[in-house]
């Protein structure tokens, strides 16, 4: 059974700093891996996707990596803003045909302090 | 563009009463359709999905149903709330399995 954790649960950091959230996977079968942004009391907004056979994918001030092998994907968020303070959650799609599988990290909840 | 949109975004309830949450999504057809949970301190609990009208899923047994009468609509509902049902409520819908999941804002449902 895929299970998805992320640490730290909680991080607080000074505005400006670089930052890495990591998402770790028990089953390396998978088939993309979602990074998504939570703002207290709202929806997910997705970040960035990567397919079972990328290695990164980068928008803007983030970069997300994969390593299918270890079960490990990275969030880096460089130059951190206290904008960007929220919840990041990791998700991993078993295969190509369980999208309703969809297994979610608790994820790590981000404070950037101006 | 397309958007979602759920509604309400908050609800209290009594424990008994019934429950209907309502999702739409505009600006794509025949989307994938999702109803997730996320109860405090965990995560995103998978309760429902829909690859068409009428075809509905259900990942858990539980005190809720969902239906989806519309292309582009999905409702979740409840004859009778438990305690146990409160939560925070998200729809969601993704075009293909290999493009991203798209959320709605969410509805805060509190049961007394």
């Known amino acids: 059974k895929q299970e998805v954790t992320q640490i730290p649960a909680a991080l607080s950091v000074p505005e400006g700093e670089n930052l890495v959230l990591n998402c770790s996977f028990t089953d390396s079968a998978i088939y993309n891996l979602q990074w998504f942004r939570q703002d207290p009391g709202k929806g997910l907004t997705s970040l960035l996707l990567?397919?079972?056979?990328?290695r990164e994918q980068t928008s803007g001030r983030l970069n997300a990596s994969l390593d299918k092998s270890s079960g490990r994907s990275t969030l880096y968020i460089a130059a951190s803003q206290p904008g960007d303070s929220a919840t990041y959650l990791c998700a991993v799609t078993p295969s190509e045909t369980s999208y309703d599988k969809v297994i979610f990290g608790p994820g790590t909840s981000l404070s950037v302090i101006p | 563009s397309q958007t979602i949109h759920q509604w309400p975004a908050t609800l209290v309830q009594p424990v008994g009463s019934p429950l209907s949450l309502e999702c739409t999504v505009e600006g794509t057809s025949n989307p994938n359709l999702y109803w997730y949970r996320q109860a405090a301190g965990r995560g995103l609990q998978l309760l429902f999905y829909?690859?068409?009208?009428?075809?509905i899923s259900s990942e858990v047994p539980q005190n809720l149903s969902a239906s989806r009468p519309q292309d582009r609509q999905f409702i979740l509902s409840s004859k009778k709330l438990l305690l146990s049902d409160s939560g925070f409520y998200l729809c969601a819908w993704s075009a293909q399995i290999n493009q991203p999941q798209h959320f709605g804002d969410g509805t805060r449902l509190s049961i007394l």
């Open positions: 829909s690859v068409g009208i009428g075809q």
């Open positions: 990567i397919q079972s056979s990328q």
